[in-house]
């Protein structure tokens, strides 16, 4: 009975992954006749941050479930990540995402944003809060207005740069930032943080013309960020892509649930990942 069980959960997993790709990429070849005009040219001078590090952390959850499919998931994790199986065979979950995970999806969010004059990934080492800073402030000094996507994890008080927490006040009296006579040139700041809701205003004192964060954890990362950078990309309103992109990611994990009950999403982990906004949410390209 035990057996036949184990059987029917690969087999219900295997239809939900077919489904998620199927549904993903059919929402994402409608749109892309829908909406068709990308607006290249008010991209040009603009640069586009992305700070992308995990720092080992993901939920017990999510390794206990990758643990009891990992020959299953290995498979699929092969074909994404386009590398040999056999080199995932004695890796954990945390360390296929570090290795393989962090390109995978930097790499998808630069193609999604690919009409930007300027994109600079740091992950890794490059990750860390001195080298973010360095890189901010000399974008700025290049006349570029940055947009920013912060895909790190973060607490009501802090943010996790790479090996490093670092405190919201920190940031808000930075004498680096302060050295600067008036304020940076910051469109926007994406942030997938964990009660990133907490942070927004240092943001906005350092010049970014809106912000946006989660309420509380936040487990909808992962298609979200590349659907909102597709969305703003296309005339939307900085409210619209990220509400849009929010939206995508709760259907397919809607999509998940209705197979795999274990998944479902529920409404405590939806309220909590809801995204809030300070600044002018209207903000879009011009």
Known sequence: MLIKQGKTNIKYLLIVVILVVIVSEGIW???????????????????????????????????????????????????????????????????????????????????????YGKIVILSDKKASYNNFKRVLIDLNNQGRTIDILLHLHGGADSIYFYNEEISKHFISYDKDFSLNQKPLNIGYIYQTICYGGENM?????????????????????????????????????YYKAVNG???????????????????SVKEDDLESGRMIFVGEKDYRLK
């Open 29 to 115: 070849w409608i749109n892309r006749f829908l909406v068709e005009k990308r607006l290249s040219k008010s991209l040009e001078n603009r640069a586009l941050l992305i700070v992308i590090e995990n720092n080992f952390r993901l939920s017990p959850k999510d390794e206990e479930n990758y643990e009891k499919h990992k020959n299953l998931i290995d498979t699929l994790f092969s074909h994404i990540f386009k590398v040999n199986k056999k080199d995932l065979n004695n890796k954990s979950l945390p360390e296929i995402v570090d290795i393989y995970g962090e390109n995978y999806l930097a790499n998808r969010f630069k193609n999604a944003a690919k009409d």
């Open 201 to 237: 205003e240092i943001w906005l004192n350092l010049g970014a013309q809106v912000v946006s964060g989660s309420k509380g954890g936040n487990n909808f990362v992962i298609l979200a960020p590349e659907r909102f950078l597709y969305l703003w990309t296309h005339e939307a309103t």
């Open 245 to 263: 992109g929010f939206n995508f990611e709760v259907l397919i994990w809607k999509t998940i649930g209705k197979f795999l009950p274990t998944y």
